[in-house]
Nanobody, 117 residues
Framework: VQLVESGGGLVQAGGSLRLSCAAS????????MIWYRQAPGKQRELVAT???????MYVDSVKGRFTVSRDDAKNTVYLQMSSLKPEDTAVYYC????????????WGQGTQVTVSV
């Protein structure tokens, strides 16, 4: 499975962006899809996850602002980001944990999100 992120860009603080992660194959059986981010000089951080059953989880810093969703018919996962802050600036990656083992076995190339003050 190949994953391709899109939707990143430059936005002012308080603005919104929607990231997409398109898979080359079916994701209907992928146990968990994950969004990560990595800011310059910082470790990669798990941002949000969504299971095959639609259960979601978010890191505390984005709760109430970000929403992860999936459209299995389109083999696409989304990350709707609202009320963006400069500290959300990072490269955002999507990944697939195919078997639900806590291992991200497929990764996208990342998309840059820059939030200006």
């Amino acid at each position: 499975v190949q994953l391709v992120e899109s939707g990143g860009g430059l936005v002012q603080a308080g603005g919104s962006l929607r990231l997409s992660c398109a898979a080359s194959g079916s994701i209907i059986n992928v146990k968990r899809m994950i969004w990560y981010r990595q800011a310059p000089g910082k470790q990669r951080e798990l941002v949000a996850t969504i299971t095959s059953g639609g259960s979601t989880m978010y890191v505390d810093s984005v709760k109430g602002r970000f929403t992860v969703s999936r459209d299995d018919a389109k083999n696409t996962v989304y990350l709707q980001m609202s009320s963006l802050k400069p500290e959300d600036t990072a490269v955002y990656y999507c990944a697939a944990d195919s078997y639900g083992l806590g291992i991200s076995d497929y990764w996208g190339q990342g998309t840059q999100v820059t939030v200006s003050v």
